[in-house]
T-cell receptor, first 113, second 113 residues
Framework: GENVEQHPSTLSVQEGDSAVIKCTYSDSASNYFPWYKQELGKRPQLIIDIRSNVGEKKDQRIAVTLNKTAKHFSLHITETQPEDSAVYFC????????????FGPGTRLSVLP | DAGVTQSPTHLIKTRGQQVTLRCSPKSGHDTVSWYQQALGQGPQFIFQYYEEEERQRGNFPDRFSGHQFPNYSSELNVNALLLGDSALYLCASNEYRDSYEQYFGPGTRLTVT
């Protein structure tokens, strides 16, 4: 089955700096890769996603890149703000009569003022 | 427009008991997935329901079962509870054909003593 690894497990950056979180996946059939932000005690919220037919997607300060050959994808946050502090999860999904999502273990991002 | 809702918010059960958790999907969504999130870990996919059928299943024992109703709401049942079943149980919904994006509910915190 699919296995998703995520690095780093914790990340501290100064406000205004960029943050990069990387994920790798094992199943070449995976075709959808979302990123979720989870603040303490709250539900995961979808912040950006990418499908396997696209190499890069950007939404304001957030971007995701996908390298299908190497089976890895990355989240890039520019101009970080204290409210970006949260746990970020990547996931990979395969389609076979329904979706099967596998999540990474998460990255705790701290943006220091 | 209501988002994904779950009930109850919190639940305390004893080992060996059975529990039922409930989920109502976001308006317009017809597919419901269930996840288990242990403390400090990423969500783990339990199963996905569409058209009242289980379409995909993660690596969970048969003690975990579910149901989807004609109005797209769903239940997660766990039998013979173990201490290790203590976790946050998240429900997520999406449109089966048009969208992969899953939206999560607030979760039910289950504690097994």
């Amino acid at each position: 089955g699919e296995n998703v690894e995520q690095h780093p497990s914790t990340l501290s950056v100064q406000e205004g700096d960029s943050a990069v979180i990387k994920c790798t996946y094992s199943d070449s059939a995976s075709n959808y890769f979302p990123w979720y932000k989870q603040e303490l005690g709250k539900r995961p919220q979808l912040i950006i996603d990418i499908r396997s037919n696209v190499g890069e997607k950007k939404d304001q300060r957030i971007a995701v890149t996908l390298n299908k050959t190497a089976k890895h994808f990355s989240l890039h946050i520019t101009e970080t703000q204290p409210e970006d502090s949260a746990v970020y999860f990547c996931a990979a999904s395969t389609w076979n009569y329904g979706q099967n999502f596998v999540f990474g273990p998460g990255t705790r991002l701290s943006v220091l003022p | 427009d209501a988002g994904v809702t779950q009930s109850p918010t919190h639940l305390i059960k004893t080992r060996g008991q059975q529990v039922t958790l409930r989920c109502s999907p976001k308006s317009g969504h017809d597919t419901v997935s269930w996840y288990q999130q242990a403390l400090g870990q990423g969500p783990q996919f339990i199963f996905q329901y569409y058209e009242e059928e289980e379409r995909q299943r993660g690596n969970f024992p048969d003690r975990f079962s579910g149901h989807q109703f004609p109005n797209y709401s769903s239940e997660l049942n766990v039998n013979a509870l173990l201490l290790g079943d203590s976790a946050l149980y998240l429900c997520a919904s999406n449109e089966y054909r048009d969208s992969y994006e899953q939206y999560f509910g607030p979760g039910t915190r289950l504690t097994v003593t």
